[in-house]
């Protein structure tokens, strides 16, 4: 029985393309993914951190789907491979960046992933919502602490 081309599609996107599924923290593969675009796009197209919200937002509702459909299909609630929403809390935090220098960019991953592991109420009551929201929505509120104490830190010049 051929799967339809829609469930290819979020598995493609719900894994980053591949990313999820590298056999040792997906999840910290999936953050560095997600920087190693934004430094390109830094680069190359002049993003700026306000740019990162943009990114995040836009990906936001087909991250969700993508989750939420590889998450049924997988059969699991929270697949491990499932990494789109790493890659969205990622640039949350960058969107907190004062300004984009090689500390910014450590100290992001570093509170990105500090917040989505140790998950501070209210992070870790968002993942029963259900399906690809409660997949996503947890590592975009991750996010959102990530990027005020990386704000925070730039407004103190500590970057």
């Not at 999936?30 to 990906?59: D, E, N, W």
Request: net charge positive; proline share 7%; with cysteine.
């Amino acid at each position: 029985m051929r799967s339809k081309p829609s469930a290819g599609i979020a598995k493609a996107m719900a894994s980053c393309f591949g990313i999820g599924y590298v056999p040792v923290a997906p999840g910290t593969a999936g953050s560095l993914c997600a920087l190693a675009l934004g430094f390109v796009l830094v680069k190359y197209a002049g993003f700026r951190p306000s740019h990162f919200a943009v990114l995040a937002a836009i990906t936001l509702l087909p991250g969700v789907w993508a989750a939420g459909a590889m998450a049924r299909s997988e059969g699991q609630t929270d697949p491990p491979k499932v990494v789109i929403d790493e890659a969205i809390g990622q640039w949350v935090t960058l969107a907190g960046a004062t300004s984009l220098v090689w500390k910014s960019w450590l100290a992001a991953f570093l509170l990105f992933r500090l917040m989505d592991i140790w998950k501070p109420p209210p992070v870790r009551g968002l993942e029963v919502w259900p399906g690809g929201l409660g997949i996503v929505a947890d590592d975009v509120a991750a996010g959102l602490y990530g990027a005020l104490v990386l704000f925070m830190a730039g407004c103190f010049n500590l970057y």
